[in-house]
């Protein structure tokens, strides 16, 4: 007989370990590529915190981005090497549930945009190195597509995980199935859409994060938001579903280079035993975030650092690292 799959532990649950992916490939990351290094490893020792926090597992693809790395942690970051293609370890990296059991689910490339080697495998790789048992999953799923807050209720969006370049035509019972059966969860709260120029479709984790048992932070629109459609719908939804709300101010309207909309959030920040990392953007917003942020966790320092160039591969701090809770 199968056994019953545990939800996932929330986030803020104790941490055994973290694993963060480091920029290793300087042709996926043009110009940004030492500043997104450099941004990387501040997030890695923030979340360390000189031993306070929790054992950092700090993944390079290779040997010579590994010295980099190390030139750039304190003591106590573990530098490993793992051949990967792009550091983005929430969504090709296991997921862990409350049970310890990591489980590995079908990886795309985010519907076959980013399809790189050593992308597909490197989460049973990591968990093989720690002695996990892993149980595969045929059907695609990434981490940063839902958000839980431990009870059985998470959040996702329909944009991401309804699309068809990941599982087909598949609607939303047959999703919840799975997510019961795989993952223990036993509620969804379906929002529809993630943010604009958002390449992974729609991931939830730049959108809507539980901060406590059925307590939902949400972004508050800026004056030129262009999410601004988007924050109050999940709003809305979320209202509807009777999940609690609170709101955590939006950077507003981020441009590149070429004036392109960017999909900056606060909302990717990373909950570590000792430290909460909020992604900064140069925003009139940064001050703001991080005290609204702080403030649902006293009992832990929350620090702002900027992602500017971890943001130009896609993602910020939480996409780019996968916890391991402890046992």
């Not at 963060?20 to 501040?42: C, K, M, V, Y």
């Not at 955590?248 to 309207?253: A, D, F, Q």
Request: net charge negative; aromatic share 8%.
């Amino acid at each position: 007989m199968a056994s019953i799959a545990l939800p996932p532990p929330p986030e803020w649950a104790p941490h055994e370990a973290v694993w963060i992916g480091f920029p290793s490939n300087a042709a996926l990351w043009g110009d940004a590529f030492q500043a997104a290094q450099r941004e990387t490893a501040t997030f890695a020792n923030a979340v360390h915190a000189d031993g306070a926090g929790e054992r950092v597992l700090l993944i390079a693809a290779d040997e010579a981005a590994a010295g980099a790395a190390r030139a750039l942690v304190g003591p106590g970051v573990q530098v490993e090497v793992e051949r990967f293609g792009d550091v983005w370890l929430r969504d090709t990296g296991v997921i862990l549930d409350g049970a310890g059991q990591a489980h590995r689910f079908g990886f795309n490339g985010w519907g076959r945009k980013y399809e790189y080697p050593g992308d597909e495998d490197i989460g049973v790789r990591l968990a093989a190195k720690r002695a996990m048992a892993v149980a595969q999953h045929d059907w695609v799923l990434e981490g940063g597509a839902i958000d839980g807050d431990g009870t059985g209720l998470i959040v996702t969006t329909r944009q991401c995980l309804l699309h068809p370049n990941r599982n087909g035509d598949v609607d939303e019972a047959a999703t919840e199935a799975r997510l019961q059966r795989d993952l223990g969860c036993t509620r969804v709260l379906w929002l529809d859409e993630g943010l604009a120029a958002d390449h992974t479709d729609g991931h939830v984790d730049n959108l809507a994060r539980f901060v406590a048992p059925n307590l939902l932070a949400l972004p508050e629109p800026a004056a030129d938001d262009p999410n601004a459609h988007v924050y109050e719908a999940a709003a809305r939804a979320a209202r509807d579903f009777g999940v609690d709300l609170v709101r955590i101010p939006s950077p507003g309207r981020v441009v590149d280079s070429n004036g392109d909309i960017v999909p900056a959030s606060h909302m990717n920040f990373y909950i570590g035993n000792a430290a909460v990392v909020v992604p900064l953007y140069g925003q009139e917003s940064d001050d703001r975030a991080v005290a609204a942020i702080g403030a649902l966790f006293p009992d832990r320092k929350t620090v702002g650092l900027r992602a500017d160039h971890v943001l130009t591969g896609g993602g910020s701090f939480h996409c780019i690292s996968q916890q391991i809770p402890a046992r």
